[in-house]
Every structure is written in structure tokens, then in C-alpha cells.
């Protein structure tokens, strides 16, 4: 390299991913080695396994292809354009001592894409339906190469839709035509969920995927390079339009984001308790936020629509209230003490018990995941088509109130472990770095996978009394939780070490 001579985009992600490894240490180091081994055992194991899979079925779930390689462009979208799937190596203030160009910064969100735990699930889910689609043969490793290539096209597209959406939020136009189009979509969405047309949303053509899977570079070699470099060419024009794109959105003001910072409100009457006061800031707080106010809209919209198009049989609610809340905890519920930022210390010096201060965070934090959850339930009951067993409807309402129980015991033991600096006022902000987020996603979702799938096992042995056990043992093991919480939020030191850091924002 040239002295004098700026580092390239590849330079500076690396020079800030040696950043960010450098602050990890002891114990952590450890984990985070444990949990990359982890994913890269499971990205490589999965396709394997897949093609030693029994095949009968291969011909009646070989025809989802199209469907999932188009769902996982739509989720990758979706993830970008709301906020929700957004991971930056840096944020707009960390740059100001770190500066970064527009390349280096997309590059560096392409490449914690992988962090996001759905994006993840779809991608491995993706190979595996492949290999298992293809079997032992010839064409697997063409047919992986391909899938990949998808894989990697889709995300730089998603990518770039994201920071388009990110430009058009900075003009009162672009505000409009976004949620014209954002309100255009739920409707057709909603309407062909009603009128059973869900299959004409398929832009895929039938076939299409299963004959580019089945391409031998050595026999059709021409068929196979065309699709190659058509991914490849779809790769590098998402690549530059991202980089474009997020090079005109450093030139704008966040307009939203201005104009709730910047805006009047009106004074409200005095609280009559201290608890109420403290709701009110965190309902505020959660309100103005960019990306909570959109996190909270879409955990809201998209579960709701995917179990109004896919008419869930009563069975299986019991799994949607747990990834719903495992979203709500994401938004803020990790580090949910950093929802104040700077303003932590003047909190602590307001009158009052600290008890009433972390009890208003977990009331909103449950508020947000009980809420979610319940619509994307309610939808889901609005869709089913027969009428649930009493064994059914015990269990929906058990892993309602259960999981959102969950989650915010294990949010507020990490709160209060590991606090975090981050400032919650971007659209792509996250209450944590990239690498915790991960392994929050990861532990969050399993736990309520894992016990949403008990209450749906319940649900159909139709057992309610063992529903309502396991239910009630859930609660208890959450009330522990959020006792010792509790407990150790009344020690002052424990107070000023995580206000003292999340103040730090």
C-alpha cells in the first residue's frame, strides 16, 4: 500500500473488525469461538445430512423451492427496508472517530448480514432443501454453487432497497410514497390471503428453480454460465446501487428523525405515582425511537400476515407468540436500560425507588412482546379454519402468556449483566454489538422455539392439565428470574455500573 494512500473498503472493514475482536476478551473470546465453530459446523453439516435423507417425499416438497427462494428475497427485503435485519460495523456516531466511506459501510452491512438470526435460519434452510432436493448426485455441488450465488445476489439487493427506503425517508415525498406503498402491499397481501389466492403472489416460474438446479456445467454449459453470470451481474449492480445510494443518504438530514428530536409536544398533567411518571418516559422513549417505532410495526404486521396467507391449523399457534417475542426482546428488551442513553444518570437523581424505575422498563418491555404476540395470535385464530379443541385453545393462550414471560426474564438478566452503549435514535441502531446480537437471537429464539413446540406436542395429545403445569412451571422459573433482577438492582453499585455504561451513548 502506497503511503498517504486511503485504505479501500476492504481495508477499513477489516481494520474494524480487528476493532471489535480486540475488545473482546477473557471468557468471551471463548464463546465467540465456540459460537463461530458453531454456525460454520451447521452450515456445512446441514446440506450434507440433507442428502441422506429418505426421498419419497422429495417430489411433493421439491415443488416449495420456488416458493422459498422467493420467500427468503422477501424476508431479506423486508429485514432491511424496516430496520429490523440491520447490522453496521459502526454507527453515524462511532464514525465521527472512525470515519468510514459509503463502500466500506455497505460492505460491512452485507457481511453481518449472516448475524441476523432469520436470515440465517432461511439461508441454511435454503442449501438444505437443495441437497435435499437434488440428492447424491453429480449435480449437487453446481446446484449449491447456485444457491449460493442466490443467496449472496439477494442480499446485496436487499441491501440496497434498504438504503433506497433510507433516502426516501429523508423527503416529505418520499414519506408518502413509502407508506403508500407499504399500505398498497399489506392490502394485496391481505386480499389474496382472503380470497385464497395466495399462489398467484408466485413471481417464480414453475419449474424455473428445479431446471437450474439440475444444470451440469459440463453438459449445458451455456445454460449454466448464463445463470451463473446473471447472478454475478445481479451481485455487482445491487453492490454499486447500495453503495450510490447510501453515498446520497450521507448527504441527507434524517428528516423523521429531526423532526420528533426537534418537534414541541405538548405538557401533560402531573402523574399521581412515580410509576407512572417512569411509564410515561419509557413510553415516550419507545415512541420517538426510529427504530423501535418501525421494529414495533412490522413484529406487529408481518407474523400477522404470514399466518393470515398460511392459515396456521390451531396446532401449531403455539409457536408464533415465541418468535414474535423473541423480536420484541431484540428491539430494546437486551439492553433495555440503554432505551434512556445520556438521559440514565439525570433519571437516577429523579425522586423515587429504584424498583419503580426497573419495573416501569419490564412493564413496557412486556407490553411490546404481549402485544405482538397477541395480534399475530389473533390473526392466526381469525384464519384457522376449524374450531380448536379445548386442549388447542389452552395451549395458544399458555404459550401467549408464557413466552413474552420468558423472553423479558431473560432480557432483564442480561440488562443488567452485560449493559451496552448504544443510541437507539437511528434507523439501523441496535442495543447491542452485532456478535451479542447474535447470540441474543440464537438463545431467545431456541428457548421459545423449544417450548412452544412442548405446548404444541401438549396440544395435540390433548392434555390440558399437563398444559397448565407446564405453563405455571414456566411462569415461576420467569418470576425467579425477574426476583433476582430485582435484588440486584437495589444495590447501588450495580446501578451505577450500568447506568454509568449505557449513559455513555
Known sequence: MNAGRPPTAVG???AVLQLRLSAIRGRDRWRAA??????????????????MLPRDQVRTYGALAPTAWLLFAVAATIATATGTGGRQLLTRAQAAAFPMSPAADHLGAVLMAPLNLSWLLQAVGLLTLTAWQVGPAPALPSALLLTVLWIVAVTCAAQAVGWLVELLRTSQTGLVALRAAATGAVLVVTGAAITGRVGALQILPDGVVDRTLGLLPWRQPL?????????????????WAGVGLLRAVYRRPPLQQNRTESRRYPRRPTARTTLGAALRIDLAGVRRSAPLRRGLVAMAVIPAGVAVASGLPWSLLPLLPGLVGSAAGLLFGVNAFALDGPGALWRETLPGRAGEYLAARMVVLAGACLGGAGIAVLAGCLRASAAPTSAELVAVLAATVCAPGQVVSRCAVWSLRRPYAASLREARDQPAPPAAMAGYASRLAL???????????LAGIGSVTATLLIAAGALLLSARRLV??????????????????????
Do not use: K, M, N, Y
Open 34 to 51: 465456540v459460537g463461530l465453530g458453531t454456525l460454520l459446523g451447521v452450515v456445512a453439516s446441514a446440506p450434507t445430512i440433507a442428502t
Open 447 to 457: 428457548g421459545t422455539t423449544l417450548l412452544g413446540i412442548v405446548f404444541v406436542w
Open 12 to 14: 477499513q472493514v477489516r
Open 484 to 505: 433476582w433482577v430485582a435484588r440486584e438492582w437495589e444495590d447501588p453499585a450495580v446501578r451505577c455500573r450500568v447506568l454509568t455504561i449505557v449513559a455513555e451513548a
Open 223 to 239: 445454460a449454466w454460465s448464463v445463470r451463473v453470470a446473471g447472478l454475478l451481474v445481479w451481485t455487482a449492480g445491487s453492490w
